[in-house]
């Protein structure tokens, strides 16, 4: 009887070991599952802040960018005028010196010429 007795506290103090191991594995797993749900939390968080402080740097270079085109366009326009201006106070000079070389022409024989 005594180890009957003995045999079945064996039994009991294993299934009470396997319930606490059951009851330590669901907490550990319950744990997990907490850890992951928080880490995806944070990741989202952190992948929305990033995101954000791309949109601010975006639209900051996209500002520039406009800005630099404008003021480009405007530096352009002004070289475009005063090109302009020089080819019309000057077109009339060149225009008679090139006339002027054309037509006033001296024939010399060249060096190397055998007479």
Do not use: W
């Not at 009887?1 to 039994?11: F, I, N, P, W």
């Not at 103090?13 to 319930?19: F, G, L, R, Y």
């Not at 402080?53 to 475009?80: A, C, D, F, P, V």
């Amino acid at each position: 009887m005594l180890q009957s007795r003995g045999v079945s506290d064996l039994l009991a103090a294993e299934k009470k070991a396997q319930e606490l191991i059951e009851e330590a594995r669901k907490r550990k797993n319950k744990r997990i599952k907490d850890a992951q749900s928080e880490a995806k939390a944070e990741i989202e968080h952190f992948k929305a802040d990033r995101e954000r402080q791309y949109k601010i740097l975006e639209q900051q270079q996209l500002g520039n960018r406009t800005q630099m085109t404008e003021q480009s366009s405007k530096e352009t326009q002004i070289q475009i005028g005063a090109l302009k201006s020089q080819y019309e106070s000057n077109k009339q000079q060149l225009l008679q010196r090139i006339i002027t070389l054309v037509c006033d022409i001296k024939p010399e024989a060249h060096m190397n010429a055998r007479f």
